[in-house]
């Protein structure tokens, strides 16, 4: 991390400023509070590198919405970031925290309530040199700068592997948390996954498992997490291990890291055995009649890469997302390749998985007609109407083109795969009959 030292360096400077009531040093101050370091860590790595590193900073906006001034907070809070990176939800938390008589005083109380690990020195450094800015910015003083030591203080925060700060996460009463999101083998003795996983998922558990009972955890976490059909058993057992408080979808990180995010807060709890009923997402509206009332709903099964065609003789037609036009009728498919599993028989809705929140359509579409059964790939959902008609499927691929469509699934799912079970539960503007 050597091209982003002269930064930190930058900010130890500033922090150590003796001449702090300037408008220049005010002016940046205010930056390096807001956003600065991700911009400078930006120009310092290239984007290849910092998504390997899973270096994106959270942000004054984003931390301050997970962690917002509360209050009535006890206290004796401890607040601990086990992945703190630059300080951002530390910074936010310490917005929480009173200030005392003198810069001095306010640094060591300040420092007996902020615990914070990363791997990264120059990412402690970073905070540490932040969260003094913060105090002085505060207090509205430089009285005791002079011969301050910034390895000394906030000695709570600390260079070292967050999961492995067991003693950290017994004095915390609320552990705040940004995880990396890259992809990890699932842990040893993992029971709600398998393969690849997010690391924030893992992270997360982790938390929950070396956190006292009691203890608050917000996390901003990958919505994939929220709303992805294949970490259902990971929600269970958050919803098994702590008390739910808030669920708050937030949409991008930044345009960078180009992943949606929600912020979850719970509370630390025994095991109940009975979880508690949660709504991970939007309420189904029971009287209202859905996709899934209407049409089949299934994943396309052919794997190319998997489902090999030597030696096979069935010879089918064959769509996958990128031969078919979006919004238009297929009538004659003229790929075709050996398969000689499940089949559909059109008229269906060929439903593109693949899809953001920032797309102009959540479920591009396309009718699939003719006398022929299909093989159809993995990266397109099929819609069959039960009543077989292609009306149905016209109707179904006008309510996909709506703003209401958009808006009911970027709040229902912003994960970039949409899954069988959203498809299902698309309301169709039809009252269901009592």
Known sequence: MKAFRPYVERLERMATDSLAQSDDWTSRVSSALNGEPGRELADALSLRTRRKMGAFFTGEVLAQKA??????????????????????????????????????????????RLAGCDTNEEFVRASKSRLVLLARQRVRTADGIEGLDLQSVFPLIQVRDGLNAIDQFTAATWVVLNPPYGYVNAPEG??????????????????????????????????????????????????????????????????????????????????????QKVHWLAPVNRNQTTVGDLFDVHVGPVVPHRHQQRGIRVCVPYIHARAIPSWARVRRIAERRRFTGNLFRPPFVAIRRTSSPKDTYRATGTLITGVRAVGVENHLIVCSPNDGTIKSCRQLLQQLKSQETNDWLNARIRCRHLTVSAIEQLPCGVRRHE
């Open 190 to 275: 993992c029971h709600w996954a398998s393969g690849k996983v997010t690391a924030a998922a893992s992270f997360f558990e982790a938390c929950l498992r070396h956190s006292t009972t009691g203890t608050r955890i917000t996390a901003i976490l990958p919505d994939v997490l929220r709303s992805g059909t294949r970490y259902e058993q990971w929600r269970q057992m958050v919803t098994e291990q702590s008390a739910v408080n808030r669920i708050e979808p937030h949409g991008l990180f930044d345009r960078n890291a180009d992943v949606d995010v929600f912020i979850l807060d719970v509370t630390k709890q025994s095991n109940r055995g009975r979880p």
């Open 67 to 112: 962690v917002p001034t509360t209050k009535g907070l006890p206290r004796r809070t401890v607040f601990l970031d086990a992945a703190c990176g630059v300080g951002d939800l530390l910074l936010a938390a310490a917005r929480n925290l009173p200030t005392r008589n003198s810069l001095r005083a306010t640094l060591d109380f300040w420092g007996s």
